[in-house]
């Protein structure tokens, strides 16, 4: 297949021999599991559960609320315990509403769906409305409702549905170990999102350094014609969905046209693969591969984990941390983020679990910018981080938004080369963050202000009415008087 | 032809007369510039800023130079429109301290009076006679014009929450240097925590091998 280059990138050391060639380890049933409301992009779901439910495996504990949400389902048989605010697995470790399950150690099935025997037989609507059910989101780490997508993408013209198997980050191999163990039941996946949308062909792209995936999915393809396998160069951030479409049609895309509006429906291959389980078994998403690796960790593996299951046990069935270990972060070392703690829940978007040690760190104190441009060079999206972070630093944000600090979507490639280890990508998250509240702030100052005269102008109808009134009693009794005086 | 000229030319002075003179005396007293100020501010007549209403606070910017930052509910997002209207810049630090408030009706307190509803200059409370009243929090604009309206002292400002939704990372602070020893700043850095020194080389080797691969591909 022919390749387009794409512009800017960086090449880290990919760290993944730890865990690349092991198996994926199911982790055994814990006490407790604990299931966020919010695990995806969008509105929470609401809890349909009371505290003291029983629940089987796979049964719905909460609905999805509005356009762009999706529902969570229990990880295991066992009792709604409470329903509660409790940290979440995020940076700010700000509360979110949380299930909290306590695991009967049965792990017994609730009643699922109609398992579709052939789902390439049954209406591509019902195929959608399925995936809708079983709570699936991207897993590569954006968790965006995939039923959403796919709602989307079956009102237009999609020419190639694209599966994501590039997992750039470095230490992370969960993509990896998916396409190795799991080729068919991705493959088969890809061809019913394709299916459910009524695209032609599905391209799936791997990156260059994962030979054992490329041959085991190549051979798994053969039987279609219309399955292609796509060996992409090694060059971070080619795992973004703007970036993978562009290095396999040449399309550049803008950060505010959809992706789905050239005519692409991109989606991770871990996702196909929970699409296909969701028609083929009638199985809710209720567990991902999650890939536990660093200096700091022990024993580092790829397992399959009960969404809700602590983090710590996780770690603890990878043997625990050394003390070398300074840092948790949730997915890769680019793009993720710090916990707050090691009690927060894996949930639908945590695709790594990394203990680093400071040598895998930067540390180094921030210096004066030696103006080398390195970081408009390995700017993939075309910016130029070096003035960006300059206005920003000086709270020029309104000029910051005029050269598209909005359109940088943190891949952190500029951070990682900067000679004066300056924090680049920080700056833009925290004015990409400043800029959406003013956003919201205006908007909703909008709203008061009509709101504010909307109230006057009814008060100042109020007070004619009155007017009026009292004037046309005047009237009348003056015209009372006229009569009496008349009589 | 001489007549045309003529009748044209004094047709054409005396209109121009006519518009001039009009102009004059048909002026409206508006100031441009206050009516700008005035369209950004929330309109709510709250007279938190200390001015009677909005109009005021709006012609004492425009001439008498008064600060960008006393309309309270109107925010940062106010105070920043303003001071890019009147050209002058704005200290954020200053307007830091009115942090955004909303406004909060202590049930047990509320005796269903409806004084508040009355007062309330967006319609952002709900509740009928003699019954608890609650506030909507997403159009309260945190005036207060509720608090001083209530006569049990059931409505209590309060600041807006940081909730997951609104929560976004801080600004870096170069001045802290070591990121461990500060845990804000240790959370700030790791959005990224790998740089290409901290990598060993090994990416710039990866890089040339990658280099060298093109090369050959494009003598072979
Ligand atoms: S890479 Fe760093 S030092 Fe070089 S121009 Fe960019 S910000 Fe400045
Ligand atoms: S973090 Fe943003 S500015 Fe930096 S390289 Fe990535 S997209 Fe460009
Ligand atoms: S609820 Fe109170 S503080 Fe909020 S807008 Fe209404 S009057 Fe003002
Ligand atoms: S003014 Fe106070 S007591 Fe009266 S309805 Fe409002 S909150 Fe309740």
Redesign the interface.
């Known amino acids: 297949m022919k390749l387009f280059s794409v512009r800017g990138g960086i090449h880290p050391s990919y760290r993944k021999q730890a865990t690349t060639a092991k198996k994926i380890e199911p982790l055994p049933v814990v006490p407790f599991y604990f299931l966020p409301l919010r695990q995806h992009s969008g509105a929470s779901a609401e809890a349909v559960v009371n505290i003291g439910d029983h629940v089987g495996k796979g049964q719905l504990l909460a609905a999805p609320v509005g356009r762009i949400s999706a529902p969570v389902h229990a990880p295991t048989s066992g009792i709604v315990r409470a329903i509660q605010n409790m940290t979440a697995p995020h940076p700010s470790g700000l509360p979110g509403m949380t299930i909290v399950l306590e695991s009967d150690g049965k792990d017994s099935w609730a009643e699922l769906p109609e398992a579709y025997s052939d789902p390439f037989s049954v209406d591509p609507k019902l195929i959608r409305e399925r995936v809708a059910w079983a709570g699936v989101v991207g897993l590569g780490g954006a968790a965006f409702p995939a039923a959403v997508k796919l709602e989307q993408s079956s009102q237009k013209p999609i020419k190639m549905v694209v599966l994501n198997g590039a997992e750039c980050e470095p230490y992370l191999t969960g993509d990896d170990r998916v396409m190795q163990e799991y080729a068919d039941e991705v493959i088969s996946g890809g061809r019913l999102i394709a299916y459910a949308v009524g695209a032609p062909k599905v391209v799936i792209g791997i990156e260059r350094n994962k030979p054992e995936a490329i041959a085991i999915m190549k051979k798994a393809a053969e039987a279609y014609d219309n399955v292609e396998i796509a060996d992409l160069p090694a060059q971070y951030p080619v795992g973004s969905a703007r970036h993978l479409v562009q290095a396999l049609t040449g399309l550049e895309i803008s950060a505010r046209t959809r992706i789905a509006d050239v005519g692409v429906l991109v989606q991770n291959v871990g996702t196909a693969r929970a699409v296909w389980r969701s028609a083929h078994y009638g199985e809710p998403l209720i567990s991902r591969i999650v890939t536990v690796s660093g200096g700091g960790m022990n024993d580092p593996k790829t397992l399959d984990a009960p969404i809700g299951t602590p983090v710590k046990a996780l770690i603890e069935y990878c043997g625990g941390m050394n003390e070398k270990a300074e840092q948790i972060v949730t997915g890769g070392p680019l793009m993720g983020v710090g916990l707050p703690n090691i009690d927060v829940p894996v949930i639908k978007g945590t695709a790594g679990i990394l203990a680093l040690t400071s040598e895998e760190m930067d540390h180094r104190p921030a210096e004066p910018c030696l103006r080398c441009g390195r970081c408009v060079d390995v700017c993939p999206c075309g910016l130029s981080p070096v003035e960006m972070s300059s206005l920003i630093r000086r709270d020029k944000l309104d000029e910051a938004e005029q050269l598209q600090v909005m359109d940088c979507f943190s891949c952190g490639s500029c951070s990682y080369v900067c000679p004066s280890h300056l924090p680049l990508v920080q700056y833009f998250n925290y004015a990409k963050g400043e800029i959406w509240n003013r956003r919201d702030e205006e908007r909703k100052q909008n709203k008061i202000k009509a709101l504010a005269a909307a109230k006057e102008a009814r008060l100042a109808e109020v007070l004619r009415q009155r007017q009026l009134a009292a004037e046309r009693a005047k009237a009348a009794k003056a015209a009372a008087n006229k009569e009496e005086k008349a009589v | 032809m001489l007549i045309a000229i003529i009748s044209l030319s004094v047709m054409g002075l005396a209109l121009g007369l006519m518009l001039g003179l009009s102009s004059k005396l048909l002026r409206v007293e508006e100031d441009p510039i206050e009516g700008q100020l005035q369209a950004l501010l ?4 709250c007279g938190q800023c200390g001015y009677v209403g909005c109009s005021q606070y709006a012609a004492a910017l425009a001439h008498d130079g008064a600060p960008v930052t006393q309309c309270t ?6 105070a ?1 429109a303003l001071a ?1 209207a009147l050209g002058v810049s704005l200290d ?1 630090s200053d307007a830091e301290d009115i942090g ?1 408030k909303t406004a909060l009706i202590h049930e047990d307190l509320c005796i269903g009076c409806t004084a508040c509803i009355r007062d ?5 409370i709900i509740g009928a006679a003699r019954q608890v009243h609650t506030v909507i929090g ?2 309260c ?1 945190g005036c207060s014009k509720c608090e001083t309206a209530c006569p049990t002292g059931a409505i209590e400002m309060v600041p807006v929450a ?3 939704d ?7 602070n ?1 001045a802290i ?4 020893a500060n845990p804000a700043f ?15 080389g ?3 080797a ?2 040339a091998s ?1 280099e060298k691969e093109a090369k050959e591909e494009a003598i072979g």
């Open positions: 929330p309109g709510s007549q509910p109107g925010g940062k997002s106010v920043e890019k954020l955004p309330c200059s967006s319609d952002a997403d159009v604009h940081v909730t997951l609104n929560w976004h990372w801080d600004k870096p170069l240097q070591d990121s461990l240790a959370a700030q850095a790791l959005a990224n925590r790998i740089t290409e020194e901290s990598d060993g090994q990416g710039k990866y890089k990658l």
